[in-house]
């Protein structure tokens, strides 16, 4: 039985505006496949170009984190907001820029007991602090994040991160959205 991508409509690449063909037709060429978050958020124009732009402000900026720690946030807020796609999706990601094939995995399903160097840990508790009960959020988990070796600078990426994650694991559960297969083997094996 083919299980939908969405509850809601999807669009296919070839149905998008020209822009945004363009940009995630790009996305593609590289990767091989058209993720499934921009098929069911493309039948929203106007919210697919502000994720995207938003998206690419957070994760593609020059940054004291790296693109692997980026991933890493990703997948830890993910993990905790019970996000099935984003927890497949970044995890293939993060597998594929730290080349570490089993992190992902740890991180997504206990992120507590995965082991964790001082800085990713660090950078992973302030991400769960935020992402688990922001209400909370405090100068005691800032503080702590500093005294682990975080700058400021950093504490506000893994915080932009959080939060773009968090925005789109409660979009990804409105829409019971299905990660591609493909990303679930990828970075799991060297290239050949």
Aim: with cysteine; proline share 6%; charged share 25%.
């Amino acid at each position: 039985m083919d299980t939908p991508v969405s509850r809601f409509p999807v669009v296919e690449l070839d149905d998008l505006p020209d822009d945004l063909r363009e940009r995630i037709g790009a996305i593609a060429e590289r990767s091989g496949f058209v993720p499934n978050i921009f098929r069911a958020l493309g039948h929203r124009p106007a919210e697919l170009r502000a994720f995207l732009d938003y998206h690419d402000a957070v994760m593609e900026r020059e940054s004291p984190l790296s693109k692997a720690e980026r991933e890493l946030v990703v997948v830890a807020t993910s993990g905790a907001n019970h996000c099935t796609y984003c927890v497949v999706a970044h995890g293939a990601i993060l597998r594929v820029r730290s080349k570490e094939p089993e992190l992902a995995d740890h991180v997504g399903i206990n992120p507590y007991g995965a082991a964790l160097d001082p800085r990713r840990r660090a950078i992973v508790d302030l991400a769960l602090a935020l992402a688990l009960d922001s209400a909370s959020f405090s100068d005691h988990d800032l503080d702590a994040a500093r005294d682990a070796g975080l700058t400021d600078e950093e504490i506000w990426d893994v915080g932009a991160v959080t939060a773009l994650f968090a925005m789109s694991n409660r979009l990804a559960h409105l829409t019971a959205l299905r990660p591609n297969p493909e990303f679930f083997g990828m970075g799991r094996q060297p290239r050949g």
